[in-house]
């Protein structure tokens, strides 16, 4: 699994952004039976999590700073998993890193140990 993040740039505070992640899977694969999330890591900070969407069900799940203002989706057609972000803060400046996993339990869905898969990231930045 191959996972490529985009649509990160310089907003301002209050602003909204959009930032998507497309999943490259083996031929015969389907990024459907994989849990999607995004970390985020500030400079000078550890990576943390922001949100996570389980492979079925729906449920969705968020860190406390963005609850609210964040929603994560998913298109398992497109093998996409996106990151709509409202109402932007400056402490919203991070790179942001889609991860991926087939087998996340739910009580590690926040860890980063959880998921196999990674992104190279793409910046965020709030300016105030």
């Known amino acids: 699994v191959q996972l490529q993040a985009s649509g990160g740039g310089l907003m301002q505070a209050g602003g909204s952004l959009r930032i998507s992640c497309a999943a490259s899977v083996a031929s015969g694969g389907t990024s459907s039976r994989l849990d999607m999330a995004w970390f985020r890591q500030a400079p000078g900070k550890e990576r943390e999590f922001v949100a996570a969407?389980?492979?079925?069900?729906?449920?969705?799940y968020y860190s406390d700073p963005v609850k609210g203002r964040f929603s994560i989706s998913r298109d398992n057609t497109k093998r996409t998993v996106d990151l709509q972000m409202n109402s932007l803060k400056p402490e919203d400046t991070a790179v942001y890193y889609c991860a991926a996993g087939s087998t996340v339990i739910l009580s590690n869905i926040r860890s980063a140990d959880a998921y196999h898969y990674w992104g190279q990231g793409t910046l965020v930045t709030v300016s105030s």
């Open positions: 969407m389980r492979k079925s069900g729906g449920y969705t």
